[in-house]
């Protein structure tokens, strides 16, 4: 037997999307609490900040960059910008450069 509302979703639609939305949460917070303006950190390492491993689209560079369609919502990048980071994945294809946003300023957005 499924739980439903009075607008026909199950009770379990609900969680599974938050569950979904908090994905890269811990990566957010993580993120809020350095002090550095510039720093790198591999796949490896995110994966432990997050708890679960990144999907196999993190090795390509338009994953993380806000530079790359920067209208495209995608929960990783809006952690970063949420935390005050822009993140670049290095050439390395296994880690990523965050840099601190100057304060104030919009995140970058690509030159048309």
């Given at each position: 037997m499924r739980i439903r509302s009075k607008a026909g979703k199950s009770f379990f639609d609900g969680i599974r999307q938050v569950a979904t939305m908090t994905?890269?949460?811990?990566?957010?917070?993580?993120?809020?609490?350095?002090?550095?303006?510039?720093?790198?950190?591999?796949?490896?390492?995110?994966?432990?900040?997050?708890?679960?491993?990144?999907?196999?689209?993190?090795?390509?560079?338009?994953?993380?960059?806000?530079?790359?369609?920067?209208?495209?919502?995608?929960p990783q990048r809006e952690a970063c910008l949420a935390a005050g980071y822009v993140a670049t994945r290095l050439p390395d294809g296994k880690s990523v450069r965050f840099a601190r946003m100057k304060q104030g300023r919009e995140p970058p957005t690509a030159i048309r």
């Open positions: 994905d890269y949460d811990a990566l957010r917070d993580y993120l809020a609490k350095q002090k550095l303006s510039e720093f790198v950190l591999s796949f490896e390492a995110i994966e432990k900040i997050i708890g679960d491993a990144l999907p196999r689209a993190a090795g390509r560079a338009s994953w993380w960059e806000t530079l790359r369609s920067p209208q495209e919502k995608m």
